[in-house]
């Protein structure tokens, strides 16, 4: 128990050890420049960005590693007139597609609020929704969708050291298009769903089978996000790194 003879009002569970220290003494020696130092053994790093909404991650990583090689991937076609802009001034790569299991032609669902759109629809009757679903748009639109293997052999990407996913639900299928590029990428961000938004919550241990299928350890927890409705967690970040991969410092 906590040497204060009690725990605060917000604790999950029973103080015990040295977790608050050790998270406290974590906050102060993160950096994204010191996290990602620690995953890849280059300065220069490929960045495959799926489900790339209006061009946030391109700020991101562009900020960490200035000299990155970006490719975006958003079917939208009002975020994507958005996300080229942002490409524009950053002299990165952007391609109007969706990445899933396979290349054929498929609806993507808009929504009022623009990064809660993709290629599945919200669930009216969602039940940890905070009150959008019920008077969600999906609003159906076509847009081409293809593999991530075809994307990347379109492009010439022989190698990515960094897969970041972000899709609405639609993140185990992206990877199930993508098992040859898995095999030469180094680690991978990927948000998961909890969730019931999308209809669908089994996204964690499909996701979980998929990536050490592919030989990739989980190697952090990166983020969270707490549902004040349900006190549960609706979706985490999670990241990815390849066994085998090159150990920064050592030679590639």
Known sequence: MSAAGGDPPNAHSPACGSAD?????????????????????????????????????????????????????????????????????????????????????????????SHLGGLLP????????LGYARQAANEAIPVRKTSLDLACAELGIDHVHILKIDVQGYESQVLQGGTRMLQHTDCALIEIGLYDFYGKTSSFVEVVNLMHGAGFSLWDIAKLSKNPKSLRTDWIEVVYRRDGAPIPGEPG
């Not at 996290?35 to 280059?42: E, G, I, K, P």
């Not at 991650?57 to 996300?83: G, M, V």
């Open 21 to 113: 220290v050790r998270n406290t003494e974590h906050a102060l020696a993160y950096s994204p420049r010191a996290f990602f130092d620690r995953l890849l053994a280059t300065h220069a790093p490929v960045v495959l960005d799926v489900g790339a909404h209006r061009g946030e991650s391109i700020r991101f990583f562009k900020a960490i590693y200035p000299q990155c090689r970006l490719y975006s991937f958003e079917p939208d076609p009002q975020n994507f007139a958005e996300l080229e802009k942002v490409s524009a001034q950053f002299g990165t790569a952007s391609v109007q597609v969706a990445l899933g299991e396979k290349q054929e032609q498929c609806r993507y669902y808009r929504q009022g609020i």
């Open 122 to 129: 919200i669930d009216p009757q969602s039940q940890d929704s």
